[in-house]
């Protein structure tokens, strides 16, 4: 399957993001830093597209620490 052989060539980094997505069903920036250590995703998310991964993202609206509405993107294998 080229999909799996396109996996096996794969970053570090590149490997972990789409385990995560596979596992949790999405990924954001904020859980890619705090949960995989990952400090560009966009850039992981760009080279799994280039790979041939079907990535797709949404816009999500949330709340920061500082009380202020906030926008992020969130990250899902295409698909879910």
């Known amino acids: 399957h080229i999909q799996a052989e396109l996996e096996v060539k794969m970053k570090p980094q590149c490997r ?6 596979k596992r949790n069903g999405s ?5 890619a830093f705090r949960e995989l250590s990952v ?14 991964i079907d ?3 949404s816009m999500e609206r949330g709340i920061n620490r500082f009380g202020d509405g906030v926008y992020y993107k969130r990250y899902y294998l295409g698909g879910n």
């Open 16 to 21: 972990q993001v789409l385990d995560y997505m």
């Open 27 to 31: 990924i954001t920036v904020q859980e």
């Open 39 to 52: 400090g560009s995703l966009t850039s992981r998310i760009s080279e799994l597209k280039a790979a041939g």
């Open 55 to 57: 990535v797709r993202g």
